[in-house]
């Protein structure tokens, strides 16, 4: 199947710093990706979704001005969590999928963040 | 509104026995079902799916699911069981969209251990 990578793979950062997450598709064109959190032992949970060059689109409940989500190309999206604090330490899940209706959700290896 | 429930939390299973992992989802239309398997430290990797056809869906690493419009069930099973099969198992309904489906609705997955 179709690859998606992410990175970084594990981040730490301080409280009220802001932190970048890579979701790419490394051999197909993805015109949208998903992102993902998934706390301990719990399933994913939806949190946006972005099509490539327009504008995301959230689930409700999430902050769109704290989770900062990029589509600019057709093989990278990018979700930045600002002002960071603890209770956004989760991991993070990236999916990708191509143009068709029917396409198959390909996931990335997820990020962990922690933020002390 | 869509929904999947996964009624068991955790299974325990003898290596070479069968498998089978209950799926039950929530849905007005014609669903487009999935069941990813998520191992530590790895994405979600698609088993299979179902769109339309026949109810009994081939997977890869010898898995099956059998759709039950009747049941609103989507049960996902293996004959015999390896030891590499110890993983998350998420089932997953596809809210639809024209022609196809768009974002994925998750169960809270079912933690498989298999015994030696």
């Known amino acids: 199947g179709a690859v998606v990578s992410q990175h970084p793979s594990r981040v730490i950062c301080k409280s009220g710093t802001s932190v970048k997450i890579e979701c790419r598709s490394l051999?197909?064109?993805?015109?949208?990706m998903f992102w993902y959190r998934q706390f301990p032992k719990k399933s994913l949970m939806l949190m946006a979704t972005?099509?490539?060059?327009?504008?995301?689109?959230?689930e409700q409940g999430v902050e769109k001005d704290k989770f900062l989500i990029n589509h600019a190309s057709l093989t990278l999206s990018t979700l930045t969590v600002t002002s960071a604090h603890p209770e956004d330490s989760s991991f993070y899940i990236c999916?990708?999928?191509?143009?068709?209706?029917?396409?198959?959700?390909?996931f990335g290896p997820g990020t962990r963040l922690l933020v002390l | 509104a869509q929904s999947v429930t996964q009624p068991d939390i955790h299974i325990t299973v003898s290596e070479g026995a069968s498998l089978e992992l209950r799926c039950n989802y929530s849905?007005?239309?014609?669903?487009?079902l999935f069941w990813y398997v998520q191992s530590p430290g790895q994405g979600l990797q698609l088993l299979l799916k179902?769109?339309?056809?026949?109810?009994l869906v081939q997977g890869i690493k010898g898995f099956e699911a059998e759709f039950k419009r009747s049941q609103s069930s989507f049960n996902l099973r293996k004959p015999s069981v390896h030891w590499s099969d110890a993983a998350e198992y998420f089932c997953?309904?596809?809210?639809?969209?024209?022609?196809?489906?768009?974002?994925?609705?998750f169960g809270a997955g079912t933690r498989l251990a298999v015994h030696p």
């Open positions: 999916s990708a999928r191509g143009t068709g209706p029917r396409e198959t959700q390909y």
């Open positions: 051999d197909f064109q993805a015109t949208t």
């Open positions: 972005s099509n490539e060059g327009s504008k995301a689109t959230y």
């Open positions: 849905y007005g239309a014609t669903p487009y």
């Open positions: 179902y769109f339309s056809g026949d109810t």
């Open positions: 997953a309904v596809g809210a639809a969209r024209s022609g196809g489906y768009n974002k994925l609705i």
